[in-house]
T-cell receptor
Framework: GAVVSQHPSRVICKSGTSVKIECRSL??????MFWYRQFPKQSLMLMAT?????????EQGVEKDKFLINHASLTLSTLTVTSAHPEDSSFYIC????????????FGDGTRLSIL | AQSVTQLDSQVPVFEEAPVELRCNYS??????LFWYVQYPNQGLQLLLK??????LVKGINGFEAEFNKSQTSFHLRKPSVHISDTAEYFC???????????FGTGTRLQVFP
């Protein structure tokens, strides 16, 4: 089946640091990738949608300058949390999909980000 | 806009008992429906999906769900649960023609021996 790899699985860093999270589709070409944020014991909140080769579409309330998304190839998207602060601590999950519409999203295992 | 309601935040059940996790969505002309499972500190794994056709959908790990258009529901069922089914379960919906998945708030299934 479709496999999505997310790296790193856990990051602990100091306030003010920028952190990059990678999301790779290992056995299919992902025309669209999605980035979600999940707070403890809550659902997934979509942050942004990225299509290969174009700018990401951010959801309302998500700062595009804070959460930089790059989808440079059909198998890789990155999320960079710039100048991270403790309130950015969360579980970040990416997903990827081949064809739009009926194709389900395949999820990575998530990244636990802790900002001290 | 679409929305998804999972009425039960937690469902405790004994091993080998049947279980139903409820999901209702706001009405739309055409929707795709999904159930995902999340184990601790992991991403989401697709259990099953409804796109069209038969309203009874069978998924992995013995789960099934029934699409009921008149009641705008997509409840997840399993006739006999195992300890290993303990996890968070999310119902999700997407509109025909859109890319976005809208998730419910999740149901924590806890299976006791």
């Amino acid at each position: 089946g479709a496999v999505v790899s997310q790296h790193p699985s856990r990051v602990i860093c100091k306030s003010g640091t920028s952190v990059k999270i990678e999301c790779r589709s290992l056995d299919f070409q992902a025309t669209t990738m999605f980035w979600y944020r999940q707070f403890p014991k809550q659902s997934l909140m979509l942050m942004a949608t990225s299509n290969e080769g174009s700018k990401a579409t951010y959801e309302q309330g998500v700062e595009k300058d804070k959460f930089l998304i790059n989808h440079a190839s059909l198998t890789l998207s990155t999320l960079t949390v710039t100048s991270a602060h403790p309130e950015d601590s969360s579980f970040y999950i990416c997903s990827a999909r081949g064809r739009p519409g009926k194709e389900p999203q395949h999820f990575g295992d998530g990244t636990r980000l802790s900002i001290l | 806009a679409q929305s998804v309601t999972q009425l039960d935040s937690q469902v405790p059940v004994f091993e080998e008992a049947p279980v139903e996790l409820r999901c209702n969505y706001s009405s739309s002309v055409s929707v795709y429906l999904f159930w995902y499972v999340q184990y601790p500190n992991q991403g989401l794994q697709l259990l099953l999906k409804y796109l069209s056709g038969s309203t009874l959908v069978k998924g992995i790990n013995g789960f099934e769900a029934e699409f009921n258009k008149s009641q705008t529901s997509f409840h997840l069922r399993k006739p006999s649960v195992h300890i290993s089914d303990t996890a968070e379960y999310f119902c999700a919906v997407s509109d025909d023609g859109t890319d976005k998945l809208i998730f419910g708030t999740g149901t924590r299934l806890q299976v006791f021996p």
